[in-house]
């Protein structure tokens, strides 16, 4: 069982910054892939970005290509997605997942994550 918290969240103007968290229960932390979706309302949840077990790989979104980077640090079981540039479309519910089928991977298929946080809000208002 792995549990995951996500925090960070809030209100900011476009053009803003703000850095999410995901922090995780697991000691085997640093065998899984990762990765970050996002839902707003009305929609289905979306890929983000995602990131392998050893952080030596990542993926995208092309939205956020350039502006969102995913990090990670195995040493306090923690995941960062860093927001920058953010726009009125980026308004939802973050929410980060565990892939412990493929830690070599970065999935961009919900399908493919075992485990979910309970989700941060962020609203980017012009």
């Known amino acids: 069982q792995v549990q995951l918290v996500e925090s960070g969240g809030g209100l900011v103007q476009v053009g803003d910054s703000l850095k999410l968290s995901c922090a995780a229960t697991?000691?085997?932390?640093?065998?899984?892939?990762m990765g970050w979706f996002r839902q707003a309302p009305g929609k289905e949840r979306e890929f983000v970005a995602a990131?392998?077990?050893?952080?030596?790989?990542?993926d995208y979104v092309d939205s956020v290509k350039g502006r969102f980077t995913i990090s990670r640090d195995n040493t306090k079981n923690t995941m960062f997605l860093q927001m920058n540039s953010l726009k009125p479309e980026d308004t939802a519910v973050y929410y980060c997942?565990?892939?412990?089928?493929?830690?070599?991977?970065?999935?961009?298929?919900?399908?493919?994550?075992?485990?979910w946080g309970q989700g941060t809000q962020v609203t980017v208002s012009s």
């Open positions: 990131i392998n077990w050893n952080g030596g790989r990542t």
């Open positions: 997942a565990v892939d412990r089928t493929s830690p070599w991977g970065t999935s961009n298929r919900t399908n493919e994550y075992e485990y």
């Open positions: 697991a000691r085997t932390f640093g065998t899984y892939a």
